[in-house]
Structure formats: structure tokens, C-alpha cells
């Protein structure tokens, strides 16, 4: 049904537009059974079509959708991440795009959305979302996870919070989630806490996010053609030592150790570890624990070294800010400075 036109002198509440783009994931998938919420296959309905499956978002925006790619989100590389972000900050800068909303697959949200975080220059709500059951399944979460991310993309509150991840009725802030299950809807989870939660079509938000994001960081998405390559090793007991020698031969500018507990160090891989600094690799010590701050020459003698600690960055994390940080400079104590900053 079509609505009134407002009458002469009456304040128009015009409906924000939103560009939702499609990138594939679960949210886009389909299983051969209703029963399925396991087994199926990501990354096969096309945005318009999710898009129509949720006509209560009418409701709240005028929303149109864009293809730009149809994959898991575990194929996600630098070219990829690059054109992603790079299309939404040409929308952003659209005076008729007032928010921009991006399907995508769960694994590695917390990935492109920090990436988005840390290099989009616009205050207009940018709201990442996915599903853990494809749209096919009994009780599947796509649905609903797109009709509450419009809802705080449309919200006036959710401008300038920084990029969003809306899961399971929770707003997260991109720096802060992480998918910390394999199958469970409620899998996203902020180390702080949300930043709020949705209830009945209205976002209510508690906190704010700490750390500088989109138009506070040194980082312009316009401006990057490319990400320096960093590599992650993650530890574990009976390591190979000369993994480290392998690694550092890929051509990477820095590698993320992903450390044990608070990022320590075998003692028969501190050797192969100085000859990663030595051949000029950046070294960063970061936990694979999954929170915590790592302490600068706690476990390990960084100062020695030459190595530098992750400070509370996952890995994953680590590794999207180290890159972006080697843009600016190769000067370990700097790009140490931009982990602690972000
Ligand atoms: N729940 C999901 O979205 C996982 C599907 C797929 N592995 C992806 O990340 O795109």
C-alpha cells in the first residue's frame, strides 16, 4: 500500500536508502533439506533474492542490492577485501546512499569488517551481517539478522559507532568480534561486550566503541592499492623449527607469531625466531588464546630481539593491522604503537 503524500507543511520523514551488497557465505547458501543446517552449500542465492525474502525491511528503508562477488568467505584475499571496501566507500560518498549493509560469510567477518573499520572515511552506518543456517534450513538466521542490521543501519544512532557485525540480535563493533563457534548462531562474540542489542525493531546501544575507527585512523581505503603481505604462524607443542626459516622466505614484510598463552616462545624456536627478524621480517608476538593483552618483554626478551608484541589483537587481527601499519612504516616501535592505538 502506497503512502499519503504528506500534506503542505508537514515534516517529510523520508526513509534512509540502503545498498545492501552481496557477497555470498551461509546467509546466501542452500541445503537439500530443511533439516539441513550443517550441510548445504554457501554462497548460492543472489542478494535480490535474499533481499525479497525479508520485505519487512520496506518497513524501514528503501533498500537496493549489488552482486559483487558469490563466495565463502573463507576465499577472501587482499584483492577481494580491497575491491569490497573500496565499492562501499565509493556508496558512502553517494549523497542518495545513507547507509551501506554487506552479506557476508560468517568466518571471517570479523576480518573484513576490521579492515572496513579501520580504512572506510565516512560516518554512515556500515553494517556487516551473516547466518549460521542457510535460508533453507527450519529456523534459519538470516532473515531476521538482515531485517535487525536495517534496522541499525537506518538507526541515526548508529552513525559514526564505526562498522557494525549484527549477529543474533547483538550490535558488535568490528574491532572487538570474533566467530568463536563452529555451528551456533549466538558464535559472535566482542571481548568487551556488544555495543548493544536489538529488541523489536529498535537498536539500543550501551556502549561505545574506545578505539579510534573510520575517520579517526591514519588509513584511507582510497588511497591503498595494495597490502604488504603478512603471514601468521600459529604454535603449538612438537613444532618444526625450520618452519619459521620457510615462512620467512615467502617474501612476507612481518610475521605474527601466534603465540602460546601470553604469546611465549619454545625455547628451540627462539633462534629460528631471530632469524626471521634478521632476514627483516617484522616480528609480532600475538596470543593464540583468543583475548588477553600480550606483555612486552614478559615471557620473551623483546627489546634483545627486536620483536614486538600484538597488544590485545588476535592473531587474524594482528596480521590486518600490521599490514595496513607497514603502509606507513617499517619501523618496528611505530607499527608496535599502531597495535596498541587500534
Ligand atoms: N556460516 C557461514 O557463513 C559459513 C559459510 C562459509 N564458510 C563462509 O564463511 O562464507
Known sequence: QEAAAPAAGQATTAKPNIVIIGTGGTIAGAGASTVNTGD????????????AAVPEMKQVANIRGEQIF??????YNDERMLKLAKRISE???????DAVMVTHGTDTIEETSYLLNLTLKTDKPVVIIGAMRP????????PLNLYNAAVVAASKEAK??????VMNDEIHSARDVTKSNALKVETFRS?????????ESKPYFYRLPARPHTMATEFDIDQITALPKVDVFYAHTSMDPKILGAIADLGGKALIYGGTGNASVADYMEDPLKEVRKKGLIVVRATRTGSGQVVRNGEEKDDEN???????????KARLLTSLA??????PKAIEAILYKY
Do not use: M, N
Open 191 to 199: 571481548l568487551y561486550g556488544p555495543l548493544g542489542v536489538v529488541v
Open 326 to 331: 607497514l603502509t606507513k612504516t617499517q619501523d
Open 91 to 97: 556508496l558512502a560518498k553517494q549523497p542518495d546512499v
Open 40 to 51: 548445504y552449500d554457501s554462497a548460492k542465492v543472489a542478494v535480490d533474492k535474499i533481499i
Open 160 to 165: 559514526g559507532k564505526g562498522v557494525l557485525v
Open 70 to 75: 558469490q563466495i565463502g568467505s573463507e576465499s
Open 135 to 142: 535460508g533453507t534450513a527450519l529456523s534459519a538466521d538470516g
Open 306 to 316: 627486536d620483536w614486538i608484541v600484538a597488544a590485545d589483537q588476535t592473531p587474524q
